[in-house]
C-alpha cells in the first residue's frame, strides 16, 4: 500500500518499506518526519475512506510512515549510500576521531590530506612551497570530489577544505558533515604538542603560531557553520567522549543512539 504527500515542493512515495525519497540532511529529516506524521493525522474521513484507510489499515500505515523515517537507512536519489564528513581546523581531532568512528560504524576511513601526500609523493608543505596554495587546494578538491562519492565512509578533510563552494556543497549532499571545533588556545597547545606534524604543514600567513591561529581561524568560521549539519566541542574531552556524541547526533540511521 502507498501513500504519498508534498514535502518541501517534492511529492514523496511511502510504503510499508522505506520511503523512495526519504532527506538525507538530519535536519531536513526530521522536519520531514514531523510532516509525514502531520499529514497522516490530518486527513479527512473522506479522504481516509477513499483510499481504504480504515481501522487496523490506518494504525499499520501510521507505523509503517514512522518506520519509514525513522528506521531505514538514509536514502539519496534511492541510494543508501551515506558518507560522514569531519571538518574544522588543524589539531581538533578529525583524523583520531574519524579512525574511531569509522571503526564504530564498521565504515572505511580516509584521511584526504594522507591520500594527497601518497600520491603526489610530496608532502603538504612541499606542496605549498614548490606548486602553491592554487594548486594544492585543486589536489584537494579533486580528492574530496573522489571519496565523497564512496558507499560508505568517515572523510576526514582539509582544514581549508571548506574554502570551496563546490566542496561544501558535495559534503552536504553526501551526509551528514560534522564540525569539529575548539578554542585557539586548546588548538595552539595541541599543535605544539605535534611538532612533526607541524612541521609537514606549511605557514598560512607567515605570522606566529598564536597569531596565525586567530586569524585564520577567525576568517574560516563563517564557512565550517555553513557546511556543518552540526558542531562538537572537543576542548578538553576524550575521543571516546566525542564519538559518542557524533554516533549520538548521527542518530539510528547510521547505527547511532536514537
Known amino acids: 500500500m502507498r501513500l504519498g504527500f508534498l514535502f518541501e515542493n517534492q511529492y514523496v512515495l511511502s510504503s510499508n518499506r522505506c520511503s523512495t525519497s526519504v532527506p538525507r540532511d538530519p535536519r531536513i ?10 499529514w497522516f493525522d490530518n486527513l479527512s474521513s473522506v479522504e481516509r475512506s477513499r483510499q481504504q484507510f480504515t481501522g487496523k489499515t490506518q494504525e499499520k500505515l501510521r507505523q509503517a510512515i514512522r518506520a519509514n523515517v525513522l528506521d531505514c537507512p538514509l536514502r539519496h536519489n534511492g541510494n543508501t549510500n551515506m558518507v560522514v564528513t569531519l571538518i574544522g581546523y588543524r589539531a581538533t581531532g578529525k583524523s583520531t576521531v ?6 564504530r560504524l564498521g565504515w572505511d576511513f580516509v584521511d584526504t590530506d594522507d591520500q594527497i601526500v ?21 589536489l584537494e578538491r579533486q580528492q574530496l570530489q573522489r571519496e565523497l562519492s564512496r558507499e ?9 577544505a571548506i574554502l570551496n563552494e563546490q566542496t561544501r556543497q558535495l559534503m552536504r549532499e553526501s551526509g551528514p558533515v560534522v564540525w569539529l571545533s575548539a578554542s585557539v588556545e ?16 606549511p605557514s598560512l600567513t607567515g605570522e606566529g603560531l598564536v597569531e596565525e591561529v586567530e586569524s585564520v581561524l577567525r576568517s574560516r568560521l563563517p564557512l565550517y557553520s555553513e557546511a556543518a549539519s552540526f558542531v562538537i566541542e572537543t576542548d578538553e574531552r576524550t575521543v571516546d567522549e566525542i564519538v559518542d556524541e557524533i554516533m549520538s547526533q548521527l542518530g539510528p540511521e547510521s547505527g547511532g543512539a536514537s
Not at 98 to 103: D, E, I, W
Open 118 to 138: 601518497s600520491v603526489s609523493g610530496k608532502s603538504i608543505a612541499e606542496i605549498f612551497r614548490e606548486d602553491g596554495e592554487p594548486h594544492f587546494r585543486e
Open 186 to 201: 586548546t588548538i595552539v597547545e595541541r599543535l605544539k604538542e605535534d611538532a612533526a606534524s607541524t612541521g609537514s604543514r
Open 152 to 160: 560508505h565512509a568517515v572523510i576526514s578533510s582539509g582544514g581549508g
Open 29 to 38: 529529516r526530521r522536519r520531514f518526519r514531523a510532516h509525514s506524521i502531520h
Open 98 to 103: 574519524g579512525q574511531l568512528l569509522a571503526s
